[in-house]
């Protein structure tokens, strides 16, 4: 359990690592600079680090200046096509990715609670889910550089075009890196995601210019630095801070960028992809969700209650994969939607540092307000109402939403069809398996599904009813997240999964016997 306490800030702005939530210098750098070449640099404009459980501005961070973006880019090239990673044997590019990983889990209480500060989860969560997954992410990464191998297959030509069949021809398809990646990182769990990522694009031997999220970039800085110092060659991991719409707009129309990778929303990934489009660049998307729970009478009505929660409220609901409406057969609806509001009223809610917070601060008080908007629109317009909403604890900030449950929503609402990314769920009753797949499948995202019942044949039937990248049976979350997300659809996003989104496949046809 991580060390930090919950003991509030004055209002005044502390030197890093003075904050009394964290530890003496768990806050390392002021401002956070570039990391370039293997070098950090501090050439760009100051930019506050905003804590969103309290609002105030321990530190900062450099913005990017144009020059050292490209010489970012410029670095990872290099880097790239002299070989130095990418030619690295596979077994000497895992002891890197393991020891990053040996190094996550040594430092797990601070790269905890300086999640928690940056994005506003609970720092105990943080623990126990974010930083061992990311830790996960560079094991996973490594055996995968263990063990990446490639395919082969005979052929011959057809009789009637030489006799005999002519050369016997041995087709080998083996997997090379994708190039220079430009990564696009999000705010909601940057520790994590930015881990599975950067792992991954390693583990296939690319070098990356990572842009952490404007919002959020102190624990993928402090995650570039164990890189580093785990023995990554200098140039294979470069990180820019700073704005999408100035160093991210820079980074996806190079042409020296082999591919572009975001994970955030959706109308980003719109804008990536038309600019990638510019130089044909290859682009690699996971996006956004509005991921169906659907509970049928015949379920485990008690696990079903549990998931559901946490399905919703788990990262105050900022997660791709949120189960974000709730799809309940008739007969069952009223205690399944009062049971999972019930089980959402007792969530502890407060400081994201505090161990016993599970509903921490969303990223940030605007986030807040737009959260807030969707509720408030759609009760105005009498699309849905209001089953639970505790009041939340005095002297918490703006950027604190409680975990709101809301009912009897009407089917093609706003509320109904847009990612809140927020602790908003929104549920309605279904009359028939038929029903509960046309609701399921009737919003543009595609990237998750759940399904609960105790009927075997109907799990399998409504997986595959499912217009989404991944089903889960009677739970939500795997325990794994680095090895078996599927490939999302429609809005979701347009990708491969893991290592796979960082390779191409180079077939090599090699004749093996005259003829």
């Not at 830790?135 to 030489?162: C, I, K, W």
């Amino acid at each position: 359990m991580c060390a930090a306490t919950s003991e509030q800030g004055t209002g005044e702005v502390r030197s890093p690592g003075a904050d009394p939530r964290l530890r003496p210098g768990w806050l390392r750098t002021d401002p956070y600079p570039q990391l370039i070449g293997g070098r950090e640099a501090t050439g760009g404009t100051p930019r506050p680090i905003t804590d969103p459980s309290t609002g105030l501005q321990p530190a900062s961070y450099l913005a990017a200046t144009p020059e050292e973006v490209d010489a970012a880019i410029t670095a990872a090239r290099t880097s790239f096509d002299t070989g130095v990673w990418r030619r690295m044997p596979g077994p000497r590019r895992a002891e890197v990715l393991e020891a990053a990983a040996a190094a996550i889990r040594a430092d797990a209480p601070r790269f905890a609670a300086l999640e928690a500060f940056d994005t506003g989860k609970g720092v105990s969560g943080a623990l126990a889910n974010d930083v061992y997954e990311a830790a996960n992410a560079f094991s996973y990464a490594a055996a995968v550089a263990r063990t990446a191998h490639g395919d082969a297959r005979r052929a011959t030509f057809p009789p009637e075009l030489l006799p005999g069949g002519g050369p016997r021809i041995l087709t080998v398809r083996e997997p090379e890196p994708a190039g220079v990646v430009a990564e696009l990182l999000p705010w909601n769990g940057p520790l994590m995601t930015g881990s599975q990522r950067i792992a991954s694009a390693l583990a296939a031997g690319c070098s990356i210019v990572a842009k952490p999220p404007a919002d959020a970039v102190v624990t993928l800085v402090e995650l570039g630095r164990v890189l580093g110092e785990a023995g990554l060659p200098p140039g294979v991991l470069n990180l820019v801070l700073g704005s999408g719409g100035t160093v991210g707009e820079q980074l996806i129309t190079d042409p020296r960028i082999d591919l572009i990778s975001l994970t955030g929303g959706t109308e980003t990934g719109r804008r990536v992809m038309a600019a990638a489009a510019r130089n044909l660049t290859p682009v690699h998307l996971e996006l956004g969700g509005k991921s169906p729970v659907v509970v049928f009478a015949d379920a485990d009505l008690e696990q079903a209650v549990g998931w559901a929660m946490m399905a919703a409220f788990v990262n105050m609901g900022e997660v791709c994969v949120a189960g974000s409406r709730l799809l309940i057969e008739e007969s069952v609806y009223e205690e399944v939607l009062h049971g999972v509001a019930e089980a959402a009223a007792g969530l502890p809610v407060g400081d994201a540092l505090d161990p016993k917070t599970f509903i921490g601060p969303l990223i940030s008080e605007g986030h807040a307000d737009r959260v807030r908007g969707y509720v408030s629109r759609a009760l105005a317009a009498g699309d849905a109402e209001v089953i639970g909403s505790p009041a939340l604890p005095e002297g918490l900030g703006p950027a604190f939403v409680a975990p709101t449950v809301l009912g009897g929503v009407r089917r093609g609402c706003e509320l109904e069809q847009q990612e809140v990314f927020g602790p908003v769920l929104a549920a309605m009753p279904f009359g028939s398996e038929a029903e509960a797949g046309e609701i399921a499948n009737g919003t543009s995202y595609g990237l998750n599904g759940t399904v609960f019942t105790r009927d075997l044949e109907r799990a399998f039937r409504f997986a595959d009813t499912l217009d989404c990248g991944e089903v889960n049976v009677n739970c939500h979350f795997a325990p794994d997240m680095n090895g078996g997300r599927g490939e999302p659809r429609k809005a979701s996003g347009f990708s491969r999964t893991g290592v796979d989104a960082y390779t191409r496949v180079k077939a090599v046809n090699i004749q093996v016997h005259s003829g």
